[in-house]
């Protein structure tokens, strides 16, 4: 049984920084690929970034580029999601997501993954 879950949320200032965790249980990381996800109020789930497992290859959105950085612990089945330069547009739950191989890259559709975890809400706010 896979389980995901995420970590690091909370509520930071503009400009500020978190890190979010994603770690899976009952995974061990091969073919994998993890992707995060936000979902604001009253708008679609959105693919932000992504990273294969067995190339390290990764992607990110434009509008998280240069300021986001994914990042894995293979031995740990844990990525992370380092969010620098934090804008109050951020704000949104963020959504970790596994897939145990894709043959699509990057790999941004929510349909694209199985195994999710609950979320954890980051807000930007002053």
């Known amino acids: 049984q896979v389980q995901v879950a995420e970590s690091g949320g909370g509520l930071v200032q503009p400009g500020g920084s978190l890190r979010l965790s994603c770690a899976a249980n009952?995974?061990?990381?091969?073919?994998?690929?993890i992707g995060w996800f936000r979902q604001a109020p009253g708008k679609e789930r959105e693919g932000i970034s992504c990273?294969?497992?067995?190339?390290?290859?990764?992607y990110y959105s434009s509008s998280v580029k240069g300021r986001f950085t994914i990042s894995s612990d293979n031995a740990k089945s844990t990525v992370y999601l380092q969010m620098n330069s934090l804008k109050p547009e951020d704000t949104a739950v963020y959504y970790c997501a596994i897939t145990p191989y894709s043959d699509h890259w990057p790999t941004i559709y929510p349909y694209a993954y199985q195994y999710w975890g609950q979320g954890t809400q980051v807000t930007v706010s002053s």
């Open positions: 009952g995974v061990t990381f091969g073919y994998h690929t």
């Open positions: 990273i294969s497992i067995n190339d390290g290859a990764k």
